[in-house]
């Protein structure tokens, strides 16, 4: 019997309904800054992500 390794996992939830998750994220990777963008907001950005929850497309962009 093989036994399954658990990693403990930080998630980004949506920023719109709160339940989504967007991003799962390792803790022992090191950090990279990134910045949620809003749906109609004037800031532009690199990739987008769908909820899978409420549906709203969130922007994703490294922060500066």
Request: a positive charge; one cysteine or more.
């Amino acid at each position: 019997m093989s036994r399954q390794r658990t990693v403990p996992q930080n998630y980004v939830f949506c920023p719109i309904c709160g339940k989504g998750k967007i991003i799962m994220e390792d803790p022992d990777s090191d950090d990279v800054p990134l910045r949620l963008i809003l749906p109609k907001s004037k800031k532009k950005a690199h990739w987008y992500i769908k909820c899978t929850v409420c549906k709203s497309q969130i922007g994703i962009a490294p922060k500066n």
